[in-house]
């Protein structure tokens, strides 16, 4: 089994400034992770995953994360936010044994402001 | 490929009464999931198909919720007798093996049945 963490419920930030939203995750045997990003009213949308390989991984509108094994962490960061960023994200665990169901975490928003 | 498709995008309905929701995963895609998610959560998982064969159900999924797949293309989830505590967003994913290096099943997510038991 695993559980997913994401201690931060909301990150407000300024347009053009640099954010990092946090991810932990514990598990017994091996995961891949992902990040999502929902908009209102909206499924998940993929922005990028971790299945192996190169630690740092980039995903789609300008985001990427580092996986870090030694201290079970998957953080999310982005050099210059947009107004457009502004919605929730999810971090997930999946284990690669099965590669089936998806273990979330409770999410945090991103408010980009002026 | 027009995605995930599920219907309708929101139900309301009084306590008590059954509701059936429909997922159409996109075309060829072999497994398909449901998750409920509530205000302020993330996605939590119910069950999952592997082509018409439900191969694993969460204990979220008490016996008034039963999911089908009766020919392996959509999906219905239907709630028995519901309760105030449905009241959620019922979300639907689809995957498929991937065919290069990495065997993970990234699921691709329909909009969400959004339900309010009143």
């Known amino acids: 089994a695993q559980s997913v963490t994401q201690l931060d419920s909301q990150v407000p930030v300024f347009e053009e400034a640099p954010v990092e939203l946090r991810c932990n995750y514990s598990s017994s045997v091996s995961v891949y992770l992902f990040w999502y990003v929902q908009y209102p009213n909206q499924g998940l949308q993929l922005l990028l995953k971790y299945l192996s390989g190169s630690t740092l991984v980039k995903g789609i509108n300008g985001f990427e994360a580092e996986f870090n094994k030694s201290q079970t962490s998957f953080h999310l960061r982005k050099p210059s936010v947009h107004i457009s960023d502004t919605a929730e994200y999810f971090c997930?665990?999946?284990?690669?044994?099965?590669?089936?169901?998806?273990?979330f975490g409770t999410g945090t928003r991103l408010q980009v402001t002026l | 490929d027009t995605g995930v498709s599920q219907n309708p995008r929101h139900k309301i309905t009084k306590r008590g009464q059954n509701v059936t929701f429909r997922c159409d995963p996109i075309?060829?895609?072999?497994?398909l999931y449901w998750y409920r998610q509530t205000l302020g959560q993330g996605p939590e998982f119910l069950t999952y198909f592997q082509n018409e064969a439900q191969l694993e159900k969460s204990r979220l999924l008490s016996d008034r919720f039963s999911a089908e797949r009766p020919k392996g293309s959509f999906s219905t989830l239907e709630i028995q007798r519901t309760e105030q505590g449905d009241s959620a967003m019922y979300l639907c994913a689809s995957s498929s093996p991937r065919r290069e290096q990495g065997s993970s099943y990234e699921q691709y997510f329909g909009p969400g049945t959004r339900l309010t038991v009143t």
């Open positions: 997930a665990a999946q284990n690669t044994g099965t590669a089936s169901k998806l273990t």
């Open positions: 075309s060829e895609h072999n497994r």
